[in-house]
């Protein structure tokens, strides 16, 4: 929904800054608190489009989110899925909302059509190993630009989307 717009943002912002230390230069960080306002309104418009986001609430706030396409956006696996985001704040994780968020993008995924997808994951990420235990081989890496310049290095990891998690 729309109105969950500036939670995923805010989650978003909060889970670069906790995971992302020491990976990311400070200022690409700080942006994303300083630009909550530009994020949120931007989530809203994606959210209005179409894009397929799955928040996990907390007494009715977001604490974690997931967003997922039916056809990723690498080319060398142009008919696989991808999970594009997924985060769980700092405090809440651990109990379970990041399985149910895969799990939630994995059945869609697979209701979609797709037999396989990716999940891209930051090289240094404390949370690689989640991507592991849920079951992901690594199949390549990914190099990206970051809005400001910095170059980025990703390990993605390759699922079958099994409609039974």
């Not at 929904?1 to 960080?29: C, F, H, K, N």
């Not at 990206?144 to 990703?154: F, M, R």
Request: aromatic share 10%; charged share 20%.
């Amino acid at each position: 929904m729309p109105s969950d717009a500036l939670g995923i943002a805010i989650v978003q912002a909060y889970t670069w800054l906790t995971a992302y230390e020491g990976l990311l230069p400070r200022e690409v960080l700080e942006q994303r608190v300083e630009r909550l306002p530009v994020r949120a309104e931007q989530m809203a418009v994606s959210i209005e489009n179409g894009e397929r986001f799955i928040v996990a609430l907390s007494r009715g706030t977001v604490v974690g989110f997931a967003v997922w396409y039916p056809r990723a956006r690498s080319e060398e696996y142009p008919s696989d899925g991808e999970i594009g985001a997924l985060y769980v704040l700092k405090g809440f994780q651990g109990r379970g909302i990041g399985a149910r968020l895969f799990h939630l993008c994995r059945a869609a995924l697979a209701e979609s059509g797709c037999s396989h997808f990716l999940a891209n994951c930051l090289q240094g990420n404390p949370a690689a190993h989640f991507y592991v235990r849920m079951g992901g081989s690594a199949a390549a890496q990914r190099r990206d630009t970051l809005v400001g310049g910095a170059e980025i290095i990703e390990d993605v990891f390759r699922f079958p989307a099994l409609s039974d998690p």
